[in-house]
């Protein structure tokens, strides 16, 4: 018995790596376009309902498409309803595990998942074939998932363990509607130990499969071991919100109502279903073929899923109003502050999902930078006291938060390239620290074009008004080139050569520019103009080219 003990714990270990190994080489081999399709495809409730289905379908882990979007709600990237859509697309996607189970249970999985394994890992170490490694690792996942299953399989059809399990049922049966609530905790409590409603649905499947091989068990045993294990299912809908708990643990009031969302939905499809225990079960033993308790369980799974998202989907608007009164709004932080906090259960389900993440934080560090631009282009125009006590206040403060973003998106970004990702997720990292940095001393350099244009209306310097109007333009070369890389680093693409030999005659300009209004000032100086005001001229030259120069240096790194 000890043996089979151990025989069940490493079937189960195969099974869940296996479902893990699939997820990552699936995530892997898609790069980051599977998470940019969550953040992106959740226009409405049914296109979020869709955008769920689909992903957890592909990547097999309604519990990483879940973790990805409380993170993504975190970030600002989904808000808390469209985010309602994408929950319950998951929790259907989620059911296809089953079906995949189950039509495996009709012949002998079991001996081609040694094979399977096999062929994925002689691709996966084959270095001509390095380009799709997440591909291959996805084929040695479905080996493993079907070595484990086999394995499950053959241990509940051990005499002694099918007894048991038998037994059990029949004794938790005598216990009437007690016996519902043994089932249910049974599946809360193994699914939130295992983190996969998946992987419950299979250890179930599993069990049905061993017990209606011919000769196994009567048709009574397997009526009622069908209704315990339909119980267990709808268990294990509630245990496969923990992991929508501990991503939501330290995340802001968004991302833990969509927690709420996640948990409030399971236990109250569960309860509605429990209510209705009797036809619902009917419902299933109807529309399922033949009398085959496997593919029951399937349907009962994907059923139960459907009815419940049938029920809420009309409601999306009331859920998420709902959820923002249960949970109230977060206490007002400081407006210059800046946090970033790395998901570690988002680490583990997604890694490439923290990637697309620091990604929209270098978006809106370039936002920061673009803004600091606009203020210093109004400050020019303006040329008076008002930029004093506004625009130079607003660039010195969103100054210090680059800063801050600079110092924890680098810390997030060397995290990030600790964890198992794809090459192009590695190069982007890569990539997204070297913008920052650039993006930094542009924002560096504004700051001291600020202080300078500050200090010339303070003193009340006296500049000729063409002169002094001659550096709108050069100050306009510079913006330019700023929002050209601006929009490639948002979406972190790469410039064609095209695109980089715009940006060279940009920077060219600048340069061309700054020689000649330096040539100017040098010819009023020596014409006796006011050495202060000269000096501060082409301090501010000097400035702006050198943001000029920044920007072409983060051209450089796009190319």
Known sequence: MILNIINFAGSLCFLLYGMKLMSDGIQKSAGQKLQAALAFMTGNRFVGLLTGCILTMIIQSSGATTVMLVSFVNAGLVTVTQAIG???????????????????????????????????????????????????????????LFFGLGGLSDFFAEPQVKSLVINFINLVNNFGLISYAIGLFIGI??????????????????????????????????????????????????????????????????????????????????????????????????????????????????????????????FVNQISKFVSILIKDDKEDEANVYRLEFNERMAIESPEGCVFRAQNEVKHFSDKVAQMFDELQTGFSTFNSDFVTGGYETIVKIEDYCDQMNEQLTQYLVRCTHLHLSDEAKDNAALMMQLIAEMEAMADGCLNIAYQLKKAIEREMKFNKEDFDRLLPYFELARQLMFFIYKNVARIQRLTPEQFQFASELEQQIDDERKALKKLARSRLESGGDVRSELLYMDIIRQIEKIGDRCFDAAGDLR
């Open 86 to 144: 994408v929950i319950f697309g998951a929790n259907i996607g989620t059911t296809v595990t089953g079906w995949i189970v189950a039509l495996g249970s009709s012949f002998e999985i079991k001996d081609y998942a040694v094979p399977i394994f096999g062929l994925g890992y002689l691709f996966y170490i084959l270095k001509r074939f390095k380009s799709k490694e997440g591909f291959w690792l996805a084929i040695m996942g479905f080996g493993l």
């Open 189 to 314: 409590f193994l699914t939130a130990l295992i983190h996969s409603s998946s992987a419950m649905s299979a250890i179930v499947i599993g069990m049905a499969v061993a017990m209606s091989k011919e000769g196994n068990s009567t048709l009574q045993e397997l009526e009622e071991f069908w209704r315990f294990g339909a119980v267990m299912i709808i268990g294990s809908s509630i245990g496969s919100t923990v992991d929508a708990i501990l991503a939501a643990i330290g995340a802001n009031a968004n991302a833990r109502r969509t927690a709420a969302v996640h948990v409030l939905f399971n236990v109250a499809t569960v309860i509605i279903v429990l209510i209705f225990f009797k036809p619902f079960i009917s419902f299933v033993e109807l529309i399922s073929p033949g009398n085959n308790i496997v593919f029951r369980i399937s349907m009962l799974n994907t059923v139960f899923k459907v009815i419940g998202t049938i029920i809420f989907i009309p």
